[in-house]
């Protein structure tokens, strides 16, 4: 069984910097991609930033290109999101998610972190 512990996150002012940490355990060589999505009350859970593990590829979604950078150390199993500029509606529960493929990956993880919450005021 996959386990994913995250840490990071916290309150900022609009235009700070917060970084977010994933690290995998009992790590299943079928994972191929984590990342992180984001869900605030009311609103449906969104992709934020995804990673290919031990590779290069990423992926962003339109609203944090620019801003957010995703990395990793591989033999670590962690991987990272370094959230920059960051804006009042980047306030959200950020929970690190991980799958086989990025399809299934951006579709709904099958393993999932417990969360942080990142907070950004005006």
């Known amino acids: 069984q996959v386990q994913l512990v995250e840490s990071g996150g916290g309150s900022v002012q609009a235009g700070g910097s917060l970084r977010l940490s994933c690290t995998a355990s009992?790590?299943?060589?079928?994972?191929?991609?984590m990342g992180w999505f984001r869900q605030t009350p009311g609103k449906e859970r969104e992709v934020v930033a995804g990673?290919?593990?031990?590779?290069?590829?990423?992926y962003y979604a339109d609203s944090v290109k620019g801003r957010f950078t995703i990395s990793q150390d591989a033999p670590k199993n962690t991987v990272y999101l370094q959230m920059s500029s960051l804006k009042p509606e980047d306030t959200a529960m950020y929970y690190c998610?991980?799958?086989?493929?990025?399809?299934?990956?951006?579709?709904?993880?099958?393993?999932w972190g417990q969360g942080s919450q990142v907070t950004v005021s005006a």
């Open positions: 998610a991980a799958h086989g493929t990025f399809v299934e990956w951006i579709r709904g993880a099958a393993y």
């Open positions: 009992g790590y299943s060589r079928k994972i191929y991609w």
């Open positions: 990673i290919n593990v031990g590779l290069t590829p990423t």
